[in-house]
């Protein structure tokens, strides 16, 4: 039964009586073929080889007893691979009056907790392959076995690649062979097979199998030879099968100590790391004790503005500190000035944050309720932008640790109050100017304000929004004067006071930056040209009383006639983009009163 390419007697003398064909050891002549991953033979095995002294045959130079004691030490994997060393060894090995050498390797490995013992339907070697060899049993390519899939093939004796299987492997029985017997239904009891799935009745079978009854059936048309053959494989089958059920338990129980062997480890893993965390933690701990007991000898103690209102508990997650080494006197020495810094300077953060909340809280106190908010119609300053006023700010920064109280801010800022309210909104109004200049492309020395020109047309800065209108207008519009609109102060230093008054307020100083003046401003000057004037000097009151209808020269259709502020709509709304082509606008013949709010 062992069926190999060599012409020697020894593949025939490992035969045994079956019918059943089952892959078994190739005992290759000369190199091995190329194979996919992997090694022919181990390291362990080549050593052993090569140090062996040979005689002028190639066959080791020792006494047999001497080398059947070798031999009954290995295991079958380590025979197997030198039964493809050399002939002498393949030879030697594979004859039948040495099996006592395999029965000697399969006891160690059974001692080892190996696979169940040698089935009666294959050889030796041919068991050793299909045990303990991981390759594809067809085209000898290297297989990957997972810890948690049972690879082996038991019913068919065999190891199969993805590539293979579907040659050598089929789902159903052979409509040939069902032909050459109609009347039999029970085909599951003369084929091993390996169930498919884990509720319905389905099965894999080998296709090899299937060919031999083919075979079988053709050769005879004798019902009684036919009868003993389907006898006979029933019964190979049944012994094939329970040899299969005991391989698949014992395969079963290794993945399973497998499995509680990775959970061991993981468990290992995860209690010296668990072990390492609580030492580091430890040294951290002391590490933060050690420099709580330097800082108090300087004079800091627990005060209410630290984490926890502790002084360990604030400095314990400084990178600093937060490291697992022990305190060294010059490493602390090293450490020291950065350590005061930080803490000086979070103290001090400390308190202007204090005075900043008291301030927020006592400034509807410091306005006269008689007086109107915005007499001027003008931008309204928020609390942020009055904490950042240079008197304000002079207060509130003033040196000390000690609280300021509301009494005290109220008496102190009320009287200047008004007077600081109206120097903010007359420097806001000049920034916004400016911005305003440099967007429309204005020089500095136009004798006309920027935000008074018809072409200083915006848009509100939220997104969403849309409207459309002149500075005064927008200063009272909602989204204005909501919170969190203008650009965010560009400090990176969280410890600034700007920073301090932004949070403290909630809510951010204003930046002239988030008005866009100049979008679509080519067809912006292209409106007030339209109406003969001159967009560097005409203001958004100038044109006011105008009530002549335009038409755009390229929306005629969807926009067939507009006052000068329509337009002015329509230009930064649909004709914004710098590479637009210039637009014509030409007069109507109606005309309508400009009551449009400006």
């Not at 007893?65 to 393949?90: A, G, M, Q, V, W």
């Not at 392959?129 to 019913?155: G, M, Q, Y």
């Not at 849309?466 to 203008?486: D, E, K, N, S, V």
């Not at 930056?513 to 000097?537: C, I, Q």
Request: net charge positive; aromatic share 8%.
């Amino acid at each position: 039964m062992f069926r190999g390419r060599g012409r020697g007697e020894e593949s025939h003398k490992l035969s045994r009586d079956t019918h059943f064909s089952y892959p078994q050891t190739r005992p290759h002549r000369g190199a091995m073929p190329p194979r996919k991953k992997g090694k022919v033979i181990g390291k362990k095995v080549k050593d052993l080889v090569l140090a062996f002294p040979t005689s002028s045959k190639g066959f080791p130079a020792l006494p047999l007893d001497i080398l059947f004691e070798i031999f009954s030490h290995l295991h079958p994997l380590d025979l197997l691979h030198l039964t493809r060393t050399t002939k002498p060894f393949r030879r030697f090995l594979l004859n039948r009056a040495n099996a006592a050498i395999w029965r000697d390797a399969f006891a160690n490995s059974a001692s080892e907790g190996g696979p169940p013992g040698i089935p009666s339907y294959m050889t030796e070697p041919a068991w050793a392959r299909v045990a303990f060899e991981k390759t594809c049993h067809v085209c000898l390519a290297a297989l990957r076995e997972s810890p948690d899939i049972d690879s082996v093939w038991w019913e068919f004796g065999a190891r199969y690649c993805g590539d293979c299987m579907g040659s050598q492997v089929s789902s159903t029985v052979s409509v040939k062979l069902k032909r050459l017997d109609p009347k039999r239904s029970n085909w599951e009891s003369l084929l091993p097979r390996v169930p498919r799935g884990q509720f319905l009745q389905r099965y894999y079978y080998l296709v090899a199998h299937q060919r031999e009854m083919i075979d079988a059936f053709t050769a005879t048309e004798d019902t009684e030879l036919r009868q003993a053959i389907v006898s006979k494989r029933a019964e190979q089958t049944r012994l094939v099968m329970q040899h299969s059920e005991l391989c698949r338990a014992w395969a079963k129980a290794q993945m399973e100590s497998r499995r509680q062997q990775a959970e061991a480890r993981r468990r290992e893993a995860e209690n010296r790391r668990r072990t390492k965390e609580l030492k580091q933690e430890a040294t951290k701990e002391a590490r933060v004790q050690a420099v709580v007991t330097k800082l108090k000898a300087v004079g800091w103690s627990d005060e209410p503005w630290m984490t926890f209102g502790t002084l360990a508990s604030h400095i314990r997650h400084y990178p600093a500190v937060d490291v697992a080494q022990p305190l060294a006197p010059r490493a602390y020495r090293d450490l020291e000035p950065a350590l005061l810094l930080r803490l000086t300077t979070e103290k001090r953060a400390a308190v202007l944050r204090q005075r900043i909340k008291v301030f927020a809280e006592a400034f509807p106190l410091m306005l006269d309720p008689a007086e109107p908010k915005n007499p001027a119609g003008g931008l309204l300053p928020r609390i942020v932008d009055v904490a950042l006023a240079p008197a304000v700010r002079a207060l509130l920064e003033e040196k000390g640790d000690g609280q300021v109280s509301q009494q005290q801010l109220v008496s102190t800022l009320r009287p200047v109050m008004p007077g600081l309210l109206q120097r903010w909104v007359k420097d806001a109004e000049a920034r916004t100017s400016v911005h305003a200049g440099e967007l429309l492309g204005l020089e500095s020395e136009n004798a006309v304000d920027p935000l008074s020109l018809a072409i200083a047309y915006v848009h509100c800065p939220r997104s969403g929004c849309g409207r459309g209108g002149y500075f005064p207008t927008l200063c009272g519009h909602p989204c204005i004067m909501a919170r969190q609109l203008w650009a965010s102060y560009a400090n990176s230093d969280a410890n600034s006071y700007e920073q301090l008054a932004e949070q403290c307020a909630g809510e951010k100083p204003y930046s002239p930056t988030v008005l866009r003046f100049g979008a679509g401003l080519r067809g912006l000057e292209g409106v007030v040209r339209a109406y003969g004037r001159d967009p560097k000097t005409a203001t958004f009151r100038e044109m006011a009383g105008e009530r002549r209808l335009v038409s755009c020269g390229r929306c005629r259709e969807t926009h067939p006639s507009m006052d000068w502020l329509a337009a002015m709509e329509h230009s930064t709304k649909f004709h914004n983009r710098p590479r637009d082509p210039e637009i014509v606008w030409t007069f109507r013949e109606e005309k309508r009163d400009s009551n449009v709010e400006v």
